[in-house]
């Protein structure tokens, strides 16, 4: 047997094995490689004599292909075999049940907060916020309430330190100080937060919710205040006509106060907002007081403005036809799973569509 029919011999015999396909590449180095017997083959045929020459060059060629050949076939069976056995492990059973999952839930006064702000952002405030812990500057006397002022027993405030400088804030106004005094006017913001008083019952939580509302510029009054409210209870309750009344009140900070009350009946047991000969307080407000706005730096011959706390904790109760104030805090998963909100169903209010 010449020594090319060896060569194709031993190597068609080794394909035949059980190869991986580095072992087959390596054949394929071994004969077609830079010194590999195949090329080599190639290399003697200048030295071979004419005559011969021909001959030996077809049967190099022929061998040269059906080792080539063979090459290639025993490639593709080992990528089919490889295919094969992935699709055989990697197989997905489309049949099984699916993996149950927990999605969490909103809470409702988170919800309701986001709501809010939504909706005050559309006419231009902006969030602001502050720390739950205030000092009594801030929360008292910065608005207009001194040291012996009777609001201040009102507020049931817990204080922190025995002489009384540190509290837990009785309110969001203090935010209103916090916002004028590292800024300058106008200002339009919303200061949504906690707040806490010593207070429990069906409708007191010694930690409640309230959003304040503050817009200083030079010409704003209690009309923009009208205005600005009609449009949020409007918006919040997703109704087109709203019943509103100013009642006239007191508070430290604002000159002229008032309480704000809203029309509502029931039918079928429901709240129907913006209807009926019944009045519910929603939130106290006025015209911010001039003390208050020198206490911050603010001069009230040029600025003026008025201010508004609602209560949320009152606004999710109302909205969502929770009856139990203190329900919103008991962290009863089977509760929040009822009134809670899917993270992903936005409600039209939210989306400012309902206009
Ligand atoms: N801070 C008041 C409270 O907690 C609510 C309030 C009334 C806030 C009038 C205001 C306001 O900004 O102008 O009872």
Same mark, same amino acid.
């Given at each position: 047997?010449?020594?090319?029919?060896?060569?194709?011999?031993?190597?068609?015999?080794?394909?035949?094995?059980?190869?991986?396909?580095?072992?087959?590449?390596?054949?394929?180095?071994?004969?077609? #490689? =830079?010194?590999?017997?195949? !090329?080599?083959?190639?290399?003697?045929?200048? /030295? $071979?004599?004419? %005559?011969?020459?021909?001959?030996?060059?077809?049967?190099?060629?022929?061998?040269?292909?059906?080792?080539?050949?063979?090459?290639?076939?025993?490639?593709?069976?080992?990528?089919?075999?490889?295919?094969?056995?992935?699709?055989?492990?990697?197989?997905?059973?489309?049949?099984?049940?699916?993996?149950?999952?927990?999605? #969490? =839930?909103?809470?409702?006064? !988170?919800?309701?907060?986001?709501?809010?702000? /939504? $909706?005050?952002? %559309?006419?231009?405030?902006?969030?602001?916020?502050?720390?739950?812990?205030?000092?009594?500057?801030?929360?008292?006397?910065?608005?207009?309430?001194?040291?012996?002022?009777?609001?201040?027993?009102?507020?049931?405030?817990?204080?922190?330190?025995?002489?009384?400088?540190?509290?837990?804030?009785?309110?969001?106004?203090?935010?209103?100080?916090?916002?004028?005094?590292?800024?300058?006017?106008?200002?339009?913001? $919303?200061?949504?937060?906690?707040?806490?008083?010593?207070?429990?019952?069906?409708?007191?939580?010694?930690?409640?919710?309230?959003?304040?509302?503050?817009?200083?510029?030079?010409?704003?009054?209690?009309?923009?205040?009208?205005?600005?409210?009609?449009?949020?209870?409007?918006?919040?309750?997703?109704?087109?006509?709203?019943?509103?009344?100013?009642?006239?009140?007191?508070?430290?900070?604002?000159?002229?106060?008032?309480?704000?009350?809203?029309?509502?009946?029931?039918?079928?047991?429901?709240?129907?907002?913006?209807?009926?000969?019944?009045?519910?307080?929603?939130?106290?407000?006025?015209?911010?007081?001039?003390?208050?706005?020198?206490?911050?730096?603010?001069?009230?011959?040029?600025?003026?403005?008025?201010?508004?706390?609602?209560?949320?904790?009152?606004?999710?109760?109302?909205?969502?036809?929770?009856?139990?104030?203190?329900?919103?805090?008991?962290?009863?998963?089977?509760?929040?799973?009822?009134?809670?909100?899917?993270?992903?169903?936005?409600?039209?209010?939210?989306?400012?569509?309902?206009?």
């Amino acid at each position: 047997m010449s020594d090319i029919k060896k060569i194709k011999e031993e190597f068609i015999n080794k394909l035949k094995q059980d190869l991986d396909l580095n072992s087959v590449n390596q054949i394929k180095t071994d004969l077609f #490689g =830079k010194n590999g017997k195949i !090329s080599n083959e190639f290399k003697k045929l200048g /030295s $071979i004599a004419v %005559e011969e020459r021909k001959k030996f060059a077809s049967e190099l060629n022929s061998i040269k292909d059906e080792i080539q050949t063979a090459i290639s076939k025993k490639i593709q069976d080992l990528e089919i075999i490889e295919i094969n056995s992935k699709l055989q492990n990697e197989k997905i059973d489309v049949t099984l049940p699916e993996r149950s999952f927990n999605q #969490g =839930k909103i809470h409702p006064v !988170s919800q309701v907060i986001d709501e809010i702000s /939504s $909706i005050f952002s %559309e006419i231009g405030f902006n969030v602001e916020e502050g720390p739950d812990v205030e000092n009594e500057y801030n929360n008292f006397t910065a608005l207009n309430t001194p040291d012996n002022h009777p609001a201040r027993d009102m507020h049931d405030t817990f204080y922190l330190d025995n002489n009384k400088e540190y509290l837990l804030r009785t309110h969001t106004s203090p935010v209103q100080v916090r916002t004028m005094l590292k800024g300058k006017p106008p200002f339009k913001i $919303i200061a949504p937060g906690r707040t806490y008083r010593s207070d429990s019952d069906q409708t007191h939580s010694p930690m409640f919710h309230q959003v304040e509302g503050l817009h200083i510029d030079k010409n704003i009054n209690m009309g923009h205040l009208k205005g600005c409210l009609n449009y949020f209870i409007k918006e919040f309750f997703e109704v087109n006509k709203i019943k509103m009344r100013f009642r006239p009140s007191h508070f430290p900070f604002t000159e002229p106060s008032a309480e704000v009350d809203i029309g509502y009946k029931i039918k079928d047991g429901k709240i129907i907002i913006g209807e009926g000969d019944k009045w519910l307080e929603i939130l106290g407000c006025g015209m911010v007081h001039p003390n208050v706005l020198k206490n911050v730096k603010v001069d009230p011959s040029k600025y003026q403005g008025y201010a508004f706390g609602i209560g949320i904790d009152r606004l999710a109760m109302l909205k969502y036809g929770i009856n139990d104030l203190r329900s919103f805090f008991e962290t009863d998963y089977r509760w929040l799973n009822h009134f809670g909100f899917d993270p992903l169903d936005v409600p039209s209010s939210y989306r400012g569509l309902s206009r």
